[in-house]
Protein backbone atom coordinates (compact mmCIF):
# COMPACT_ATOMS: atom_id res chain seq x y z
CA UNK A 1 0.00 0.00 0.00
CA UNK A 2 1.10 3.69 -0.87
CA UNK A 3 0.11 6.47 0.62
CA UNK A 4 1.25 10.20 -0.14
CA UNK A 5 0.96 13.29 1.75
CA UNK A 6 0.34 16.62 -0.18
CA UNK A 7 0.73 19.89 1.81
CA UNK A 8 -1.88 22.66 1.05
CA UNK A 9 -0.01 25.40 -1.24
CA UNK A 10 1.19 29.13 0.12
CA UNK A 11 -1.63 30.45 1.12
CA UNK A 12 -3.13 33.94 2.01
CA UNK A 13 -2.26 35.50 5.45
CA UNK A 14 -5.03 35.08 8.00
CA UNK A 15 -7.30 37.77 9.15
CA UNK A 16 -5.79 39.53 12.71
CA UNK A 17 -8.43 39.69 13.94
CA UNK A 18 -9.35 35.77 13.68
CA UNK A 19 -6.44 34.34 14.35
CA UNK A 20 -8.74 30.92 13.80
CA UNK A 21 -9.51 31.83 10.47
CA UNK A 22 -10.26 28.72 7.90
CA UNK A 23 -11.45 30.59 4.88
CA UNK A 24 -7.98 31.26 3.52
CA UNK A 25 -7.53 30.06 -0.13
CA UNK A 26 -4.44 29.87 -1.99
CA UNK A 27 -2.01 32.86 -2.89
CA UNK A 28 -1.05 33.35 -6.80
CA UNK A 29 1.72 32.11 -5.92
CA UNK A 30 0.58 29.10 -4.42
CA UNK A 31 -1.50 28.34 -7.44
CA UNK A 32 0.83 28.86 -9.80
CA UNK A 33 3.49 26.52 -7.76
CA UNK A 34 1.05 23.78 -8.01
CA UNK A 35 0.73 23.97 -11.46
CA UNK A 36 4.31 24.29 -11.91
CA UNK A 37 4.60 20.85 -9.90
CA UNK A 38 2.17 19.00 -12.28
CA UNK A 39 4.83 18.01 -14.61
CA UNK A 40 6.83 16.46 -12.21
CA UNK A 41 4.07 14.66 -10.41
CA UNK A 42 3.33 13.13 -13.62
CA UNK A 43 6.65 12.04 -13.99
CA UNK A 44 6.87 10.13 -11.13
CA UNK A 45 3.30 8.57 -12.34
CA UNK A 46 1.36 9.62 -9.36
CA UNK A 47 -1.94 7.76 -9.50
CA UNK A 48 -3.76 7.68 -5.96
CA UNK A 49 -7.24 5.65 -6.20
CA UNK A 50 -8.68 7.80 -3.62
CA UNK A 51 -7.76 11.69 -3.01
CA UNK A 52 -8.84 12.87 0.59
CA UNK A 53 -9.08 16.29 1.17
CA UNK A 54 -9.46 18.89 4.35
CA UNK A 55 -12.63 20.95 3.66
CA UNK A 56 -10.49 24.05 4.39
CA UNK A 57 -10.59 26.15 0.80
CA UNK A 58 -6.02 26.26 1.11
CA UNK A 59 -6.29 22.04 0.94
CA UNK A 60 -9.27 21.67 -1.24
CA UNK A 61 -7.52 23.78 -4.27
CA UNK A 62 -4.56 22.07 -3.89
CA UNK A 63 -6.17 19.18 -3.89
CA UNK A 64 -7.91 20.12 -7.25
CA UNK A 65 -5.39 21.72 -8.46
CA UNK A 66 -3.36 17.83 -8.14
CA UNK A 67 -6.11 16.03 -9.30
CA UNK A 68 -6.24 18.36 -12.93
CA UNK A 69 -2.52 18.27 -13.09
CA UNK A 70 -2.24 14.71 -12.97
CA UNK A 71 -4.87 14.42 -15.16
CA UNK A 72 -6.85 12.24 -12.91
CA UNK A 73 -10.48 11.46 -12.87
CA UNK A 74 -11.26 11.10 -9.49
CA UNK A 75 -12.13 14.05 -7.82
CA UNK A 76 -10.97 15.03 -4.43
CA UNK A 77 -12.80 13.46 -1.76
CA UNK A 78 -13.92 16.14 1.66
CA UNK A 79 -12.98 14.62 5.06
CA UNK A 80 -13.94 16.65 7.90
CA UNK A 81 -11.14 14.61 9.76
CA UNK A 82 -8.09 16.08 7.63
CA UNK A 83 -9.22 19.58 9.31
CA UNK A 84 -5.88 20.84 11.33
CA UNK A 85 -4.94 19.01 14.06
CA UNK A 86 -5.81 15.34 12.58
CA UNK A 87 -3.25 13.05 13.66
CA UNK A 88 -2.66 9.81 12.07
CA UNK A 89 -5.67 7.34 13.68
CA UNK A 90 -8.05 10.14 12.06
CA UNK A 91 -6.29 9.76 8.75
CA UNK A 92 -6.76 6.05 8.90
CA UNK A 93 -9.98 6.70 9.44
CA UNK A 94 -10.86 8.73 6.87
CA UNK A 95 -8.88 6.20 4.31
CA UNK A 96 -10.86 2.84 6.02
CA UNK A 97 -14.08 4.51 4.39
CA UNK A 98 -12.11 3.61 1.13
CA UNK A 99 -11.15 -0.04 1.55
CA UNK A 100 -10.43 -0.89 -2.18
CA UNK A 101 -7.74 1.90 -2.20
CA UNK A 102 -4.41 0.67 -2.38
CA UNK A 103 -2.93 4.20 -3.19
CA UNK A 104 -4.35 6.74 -0.83
CA UNK A 105 -3.37 10.76 -1.36
CA UNK A 106 -3.81 12.81 1.72
CA UNK A 107 -4.24 16.89 1.53
CA UNK A 108 -4.04 18.72 4.66
CA UNK A 109 -2.13 20.68 7.40
CA UNK A 110 1.13 20.89 9.61
CA UNK A 111 1.85 19.93 11.48
CA UNK A 112 -0.69 17.02 11.11
CA UNK A 113 0.85 15.68 7.90
CA UNK A 114 4.70 15.45 8.70
CA UNK A 115 3.62 14.05 11.94
CA UNK A 116 1.78 10.87 10.19
CA UNK A 117 4.78 10.58 7.96
CA UNK A 118 7.18 10.07 11.68
CA UNK A 119 4.47 8.22 13.03
CA UNK A 120 4.44 5.69 10.03
CA UNK A 121 8.23 5.60 9.44
CA UNK A 122 9.62 6.05 12.57
CA UNK A 123 11.40 9.07 11.63
CA UNK A 124 12.64 11.14 14.03
CA UNK A 125 11.41 14.07 11.80
CA UNK A 126 10.06 14.71 8.55
CA UNK A 127 9.70 18.85 7.33
CA UNK A 128 7.63 19.14 4.73
CA UNK A 129 6.85 23.03 3.76
CA UNK A 130 3.82 24.22 1.70
CA UNK A 131 3.29 22.28 -1.12
CA UNK A 132 5.55 19.38 -0.37
CA UNK A 133 4.58 16.13 -0.67
CA UNK A 134 5.95 12.36 0.73
CA UNK A 135 5.46 8.70 -0.55
CA UNK A 136 5.01 6.24 2.19
CA UNK A 137 5.08 2.40 1.26
CA UNK A 138 3.82 -0.31 3.65
CA UNK A 139 4.50 -3.99 2.35
CA UNK A 140 0.49 -4.26 3.88
CA UNK A 141 -1.90 -2.61 5.93
CA UNK A 142 -0.42 1.12 7.38
CA UNK A 143 0.68 0.62 11.05
CA UNK A 144 2.85 3.03 12.51
CA UNK A 145 5.77 2.45 12.24
CA UNK A 146 5.60 -0.23 9.85
CA UNK A 147 6.38 2.47 6.94
CA UNK A 148 9.09 3.13 4.74
CA UNK A 149 9.83 6.77 3.43
CA UNK A 150 10.03 6.25 -0.29
CA UNK A 151 10.63 9.50 -1.23
CA UNK A 152 9.93 13.50 -0.06
CA UNK A 153 9.59 16.12 -2.34
CA UNK A 154 10.42 19.76 -1.57
CA UNK A 155 8.73 22.41 -3.08
CA UNK A 156 11.23 24.41 -4.69
CA UNK A 157 11.75 21.31 -7.22
CA UNK A 158 8.77 22.44 -8.81
CA UNK A 159 10.04 25.78 -9.58
CA UNK A 160 12.89 27.50 -11.75
Keep these: MILYFLRHGKAGHGDPSNPGDDARELTDTGTAELQAAATLWRRLNLRPDVILSSPLPRALQTAELFAAGIGSSHQP???????????????????????????????????????????????????????????????????PGAGELAWLLDPDLYVD
Aim: aromatic fraction near 6%; glycine fraction near 8%; include cysteine.
Design 77 to 143: VIDERLRPGADWASLAQAFADHRDARRVMFVGHEPDLSEAVCDLTGARAVRMRKGGLACVEFPGIPE
